[in-house]
T-cell receptor, first 115, second 111 residues
Framework: NAGVMQNPRHLVRRRGQEARLRCSPM?????VYWYRQLPEEGLKFMVY????????ESGMPKERFSAEFPKEGPSILRIQQVVRGDSAAYFC?????????????FGPGTRLTVL | GQQVMQIPQYQHVQEGEDFTTYCNSS?????IQWYKQRPGGHPVFLIQ?????EVKKQKRLTFQFGEAKKNSSLHITATQTTDVGTYFC???????????FGTGTRLKVLA
């Protein structure tokens, strides 16, 4: 049973470009969380999605950031017009059930570097 | 808003020494989870505590949930070099599906 998959593992973008991060949850999981981690810091919640629905996006900046989890295919975190401050590791996690109290399985992360 | 703090931020121990990290939430938690992240890696779930005063053990690791469900601790007995990493606690915000992660404790074990 494959774990959570994220790609790319490393992404380099110039300021103003778009970054598109993909996350495939574990088989059987329909709940996806995205987190952002700056170097030497903790994990900051960004967004929680179920298939075709955004449940909670309170941790995601209103501008330039968007997320989706279509019926078919991976969850996508999109950052438009990236700036240097967007450089971070972005982790997604999946769980079998969305209600709090269930183990989250994390992917390996995408390390985004904005030049 | 809700905050989850951990102390200490860093801890260096000699191999074989014990280690404890403490997690404190500004609000009461319905449950608390602990994760370990190795350097350059991703967080890995360790355990979840739900009941007030609950204590769970995993080999050399002992986890405790406070009576008021606002604090928790992780104790490692006789640390090994494989214990190196950052330990995070995480608790859900009331009424949401969002987990707030603690600030983390980075453990280094000196051989």
């Amino acid at each position: 049973n494959a774990g959570v998959m994220q790609n790319p593992r490393h992404l380099v973008r110039r300021r103003g470009q778009e970054a598109r991060l993909r996350c495939s949850p574990m088989k059987g999981h329909s709940h996806v969380y995205w987190y952002r981690q700056l170097p030497e810091e903790g994990l900051k919640f960004m967004v929680y999605l179920q298939k075709e629905n955004i449940i909670d996006e309170s941790g995601m900046p209103k501008e330039r950031f968007s997320a989706e989890f279509p019926k078919e295919g991976p969850s996508i975190l999109r950052i438009q017009q990236v700036v240097r401050g967007d450089s971070a590791a972005y982790f997604c996690a999946s769980s079998a059930q969305g209600s709090t109290g269930n183990e989250q399985f994390f992917g390996p992360g995408t390390r985004l570097t904005v030049l | 808003g809700q905050q989850v703090m951990q102390i200490p931020q860093y801890q260096h121990v000699q191999e074989g020494e014990d280690f404890t990290t403490y997690c404190n939430s500004s609000t009461t938690l319905s449950n608390i989870q602990w994760y370990k992240q190795r350097p350059g890696g991703h967080p890995v779930f360790l355990i979840q505590l739900v009941k007030s005063g609950e204590v769970k053990k995993q080999k050399r690791l002992t986890f405790q949930f406070g009576e008021a469900k606002k604090n928790s601790s992780l104790h490692i007995t006789a640390t090994q070099t494989t214990d190196v990493g950052t330990y995070f606690c995480a608790g859900p915000t009331s009424g949401t599906y969002k987990y707030i992660f603690g600030t983390g404790t980075r453990l280094k074990v000196l051989a």
